[in-house]
């Protein structure tokens, strides 16, 4: 990984394939992303859930164009124990569902900036960026 560490939550992913507020803002970390200025990570179901919005916004056949731009641009973090461990003390936290707090728990484990669309689950993450 290159440049400053940025982890997101799948609710950003998504808007690289929408028009919708804060959709530029997220086209931006992939732009930076690629210029090597940010290191983009996420937890493994960022893909699921931008992969299921792809197919259905532009149907099946647009799947592995969405998994390509996916997987260029960010690091995809299995599930590990450690990040169990701390996305359960994110639940607790933030008030949120497990699989809300894995992104949180990645940004934590990794000393990375967290960004992201979902105001209700990660807005207590202390030094989120929230966008859209």
């Not at 440049?3 to 808007?15: E, F, N, T, Y």
């Not at 086209?27 to 937890?43: G, S, Y």
């Not at 792809?54 to 450690?82: C, H, K, Q, S, Y």
Request: proline residues 5%; aromatic residues 6%.
């Amino acid at each position: 990984m290159s440049g400053r560490r940025v982890v997101l939550d799948a609710s950003v992913g998504v808007k690289w394939f929408r028009n919708e507020p804060g959709s530029d803002d997220a086209r931006e970390l992939l732009e930076q992303a690629a210029d090597a200025d940010v290191a983009l990570a996420a937890p493994t179901h960022f893909a699921h859930e931008v992969l299921s919005v792809v197919r259905r916004d532009f149907g099946p056949a647009d799947i592995m164009n969405g998994w390509v731009r996916t997987v260029d641009a960010v690091a995809l973090a299995p599930l590990t124990r450690e990040q169990v461990a701390e996305a359960a003390e994110q639940c607790e936290a933030l008030g949120c569902s497990f699989y809300d707090a894995l992104a949180p728990a990645l940004a934590s484990l990794l000393d990375a900036e967290l960004v992201s669309a979902d105001a209700a689950a990660h807005g207590a993450y202390p030094g989120v960026r929230l966008i859209g």
